[in-house]
């Protein structure tokens, strides 16, 4: 009974939908994809290009970093292995693939895998 009372005057007043129609949203749609497009699609995929380009150029002693936080220098790659192998410490090496390479080690700050020290 109480929806009834309340909606009725808004139902009543006969309210016609806003003029224009499709013709008035279709431009109005079609300038927000646009800006979408340029502001966030395209920069992401030229960034996404860049980083693939970058992983097909790895080569042997580049100092990385992975997805998962592992910081290791590149011992072995081969063209057309998915896998590279990064060395953590003297005598540790682990098989990565190359998608987990998140981008290239900071500069070493005395803070480095090599360079750590102790407390």
């Known amino acids: 009974m109480i929806v009834t009372t309340l909606a009725g005057p808004l139902l009543a007043d006969g309210a016609a939908p806003p003029a224009g129609g499709l013709m008035g949203t279709l431009p ?16 992401q995929q030229k ?3 860049e980083h693939n380009d970058w992983l097909k150029s790895i080569k042997k002693d580049d100092e990385v970093v992975t997805t998962g936080g592992l910081w290791g220098k590149v011992k072995g790659v081969a063209d057309n292995s998915p896998y590279v192998t990064l060395e953590l410490q003297e005598k540790v090496r682990v098989r990565v693939l190359r998608s987990h390479i998140a981008g290239k080690a900071p500069a070493a700050e005395g803070n480095g895998p090599a360079e750590q020290k102790t407390a």
């Open 28 to 43: 109005m749609l079609l300038v927000m994809f646009g800006i979408f497009y340029f502001l966030l699609i395209r920069p």
């Open 47 to 49: 960034r996404q290009r």
